[in-house]
């Protein structure tokens, strides 16, 4: 018994000695956990888009993107649709008229128009048909009375040899005939 009671006076001594704690450090630590917890909270509220805000935005991007491919492709058409120049060569033809004796020479540098989309078709075409598309162009220039040959008289010209072209061609890929130069001089 006597131990217990030295034991006793130990503790009592102990207890004297320690400083005194009173539960400050547990509730500090809750005072902590409970700020953390509330920050935590109202970030989430504050800073995370409800459902309806992150539809919203979902939505607002589809149909940005929706317009976006609406402009590409408007601009696509766009490009497709430019009409673009097509060269159709340099004619020289020396030649007298019906009904006179007079020899004159026909100097024109002839161009087509056409659309872009079809410019690489009517470039193979004209490769191919070179020969016959020169022959038919130069027999119409021959063929052309002296009075459809002066330059206020060109519109005649130019559209029986935009027909004779896009005949010969298999599909009517020129839209226009025009002249890059023109002469007409006697000789």
């Known amino acids: 018994m006597a131990d217990e009671t030295e034991n006793q006076e130990n503790e009592t001594t102990d207890e004297a000695t320690a400083p005194p704690t009173r539960g400050g450090g547990r509730s500090l630590m809750l005072v902590f956990v409970s700020v953390v917890v509330l920050l935590e909270t109202g970030m989430f509220f504050f800073l995370v888009p409800s459902a309806d805000e992150v539809s919203a935005?979902?939505?607002?991007?589809?149909?940005?993107?929706?317009q976006q491919?609406?402009?590409?492709?408007?601009?696509?058409?766009?490009?497709?649709d430019l009409v673009k120049e097509f060269n159709l060569g340099m004619y020289g033809?020396?030649?007298?008229?019906?009904?006179?004796?007079?020899?004159y020479r026909v100097e024109?540098?002839?161009?087509?128009?056409?659309r872009q989309k079809?410019?690489?078709?009517?470039?193979?075409?004209?490769?191919?048909?070179?020969?016959?598309l020169r022959h038919e162009i130069r027999m119409i220039i021959r063929n052309s009375?002296?009075?459809?040959?002066?330059?206020?008289?060109?519109?005649?010209?130019?559209?029986r040899i935009l027909r004779t072209c896009n005949h010969l061609l298999e599909d009517a890929l020129l839209l226009?005939?025009?002249?890059?130069?023109?002469?007409?001089?006697?000789?």
């Open 118 to 132: 079809n410019l690489t078709e009517m470039e193979s075409e004209f490769s191919e048909k070179q020969g016959r």
């Open 93 to 103: 033809e020396t030649f007298s008229p019906n009904q006179t004796e007079r020899v």
């Open 69 to 80: 491919e609406e402009v590409t492709s408007t601009e696509q058409a766009l490009d497709e």
């Open 145 to 159: 009375d002296l009075a459809e040959l002066k330059e206020n008289n060109l519109g005649l010209l130019q559209r």
């Open 176 to 187: 226009s005939i025009g002249f890059k130069s023109y002469e007409l001089t006697e000789q």
């Open 108 to 114: 024109l540098d002839l161009f087509g128009t056409c």
């Open 57 to 66: 935005l979902a939505e607002a991007r589809l149909i940005s993107s929706v």
